[in-house]
């Protein structure tokens, strides 16, 4: 499973219209639908002849810095079926519930997409509604028992992503949402400050 870079592509742009190109099959495998996530293009094919659809997830990907200033302008990608249960979670709704795979690693990607968008969810209403002050513990790092929690105290929101909190020596930092431990509410709501 290595990456396949097309000698005619300098951008995602070019990418995307020849993984188009290339991988429309009609007939075979049709493209009907599609979303690209950043550097995550999301296709769902389907195969006239089995009368049955499925997604497939592009990771795109161009030259580093310092490939470009030696002249590589090349955009390559890796491709993985829904049936590999790829580690990519935010592809729509619209394309995850029109996808007919029922094997047990497709079943199970798409249900931890869905998860995934729920998570997201909890966070930007987490993001909105927590008051300064409030206390949530968040992932520390990892000892031989498991995962450590530290405390941080809630100051202000910053995105949907991130937001702005003290440690324990009061100095400010910008923290993930994500590497809040548990659902972000109910430790809101446990650590509050009163």
Not at 25 to 31: L, M
Not at 42 to 68: A, D, H, M, W
Not at 122 to 147: C, Y
């Amino acid at each position: 499973m290595g990456w396949t870079v097309p000698y005619t592509t300098t951008s995602r742009d070019e990418l995307v219209r020849h993984i188009f190109d290339e991988h429309n099959e009609p007939g075979r495998f049709e493209i009907i639908d599609h979303s690209l996530r950043g550097n995550v293009l999301y296709l769902l094919y389907f195969k006239p002849e089995q009368n049955y659809r499925f997604i497939t997830v592009y990771l795109l990907s161009g030259p580093s810095p310092c490939s470009r200033r030696e002249g590589d302008r090349g955009w390559g990608y890796k491709d993985m079926d829904e049936s590999m249960h790829p580690y990519y979670y935010d592809c729509p709704e619209r394309l995850l519930k029109q996808s007919d795979v029922q094997s047990e690693f497709a079943v199970a990607w798409r249900e931890a997409c869905r998860q995934h968008r729920l998570k997201i969810k909890r966070q930007k209403t987490l993001a909105s509604e927590m008051p300064a002050g409030t206390v949530i513990q968040m992932a520390a790092g990892w000892d031989a028992n498991g995962q450590r929690t530290t405390p941080v105290t809630f100051v202000r929101a910053h995105t949907a992503t991130f937001f702005i909190g003290k440690d324990g020596d009061g100095k400010l930092w910008r923290y993930r949402w994500s590497n809040v431990v548990g659902d972000p509410t109910e430790s809101a709501l446990k650590y509050s400050a009163a």
